[in-house]
């Protein structure tokens, strides 16, 4: 267990390195310091709780979303006890550790949403694997793998291709992430007045992420205001800060 937890740790660390040099190709900003920063710091930990929410918040998206790894996960523990060693095994641990640190630490934070817990997808995948190879007769893996080996290639294809098929536009999250950091002088509250349509819960969190300010009612006192299109100056629409 010792040895899945490791390399559940090492995994979790190679990604996010993949990531910021691939965002440094690109001459962006660092994503994680921000994203434990304003996302874990101040939302998960230090934020207001989110008192709507249950500890049981977590198993509708469970039951929707992992329904497949949620079945094989009674099976995976048989496959474990038989075998004796090796890579499966180790598998199956590292899988069952990603998995119930994760949905433990998401459960425990003071905010909760459903897409929070999306980084499980590996531990799904490793279990429903571990499983599904013992459970295949020996001659028919090869067929399933090359089926779902088509099936993927042809999902990517369509994504690269004609992205507009499979992306759901969403304008305002989308002038969000467009829009430059708003200039506010040192000293002065780094709050913004929505405007827009978007949800009060995503309009926080994108509001703390991409511009590190906290989000307040149309009505509210604040140097800026976001109208759901444009960033600018509070009763003065035409200082526009984003293309």
Known sequence: MAIATALGIAAIAVAFGLLELWRASLGLEPFTPAYLANRVLRLGITGPVDRESSLLFYVRPLTRWYAVALVALPFSLGVHRHQTGGRRRWLLELAWCWGAGLLLAFTAAQQRSYWFIHPLIPAGAWIVGATAAVALPPRGDRPVAIAIAVVATVWLGITLAIPERVRIHKPEQEAIRAADPPAIPEGAPRVVAHCGRLGAWR??????????????????PAPLRFDGRRLHAHGAGANDRSP
């Open 203 to 220: 309009a926080t969190h994108l509001f703390a992420f991409y511009w590190d300010a906290t989000r307040v009612g149309c009505d509210a």
